[in-house]
Nanobody, 124 residues
Framework: QVQLVESGGGLVQAGGSLRLSCAAS????????MGWFRQAAGKEREFVAQ????????SYADSVKGRFTISRDNAKNTVYLQMNSLNPDDTAVYYC?????????????????WGQGTQVTVSS
């Protein structure tokens, strides 16, 4: 099992930046593919970015490509989401998730473990 704790959310003006962190504990961090998802009020949870298991490949949702960057520090068991050029459409609760599945995983139901979420609010 793995436990995930997100941090770094907050209120930011449009055009600003935030960096989210997800600290993992439990089983070996590198044994999991790690993903970030978000859920805006009244909407379904959607994929944002992910590392494949082993941390070899990354993938991004089209809506964040070029603005968001996912990274990981295996020594700290932490995955990050650097978010730049934020706009009000990025307002959501952001979740970190982990799965033991190999390959690119972009569906919420492919992930076994979830953090509690951190709120990101972008004002216009």
């Amino acid at each position: 099992q793995v436990q995930l704790v997100e941090s770094g959310g907050g209120l930011v003006q449009a055009g600003g930046s935030l960096r989210l962190s997800c600290a993992a504990s439990g089983r070996t961090f590198s044994s999991y593919a790690m993903g970030w998802f978000r859920q805006a009020a009244g909407k379904e949870r959607e994929f944002v970015a992910q590392f494949t298991r082993g941390g070899i490949m990354t993938s991004y949702a089209d809506s964040v490509k070029g603005r968001f960057t996912i990274s990981r520090d295996n020594a700290k068991n932490t995955v990050y989401l650097q978010m730049n050029s934020l706009n009000p459409d990025d307002t959501a609760v952001y979740y970190c998730a982990a799965t033991i599945l190999w390959g690119a995983r972009v569906l919420p139901n492919e992930y076994n473990y979830w953090g509690q979420g951190t709120q990101v609010t972008v004002s216009s």
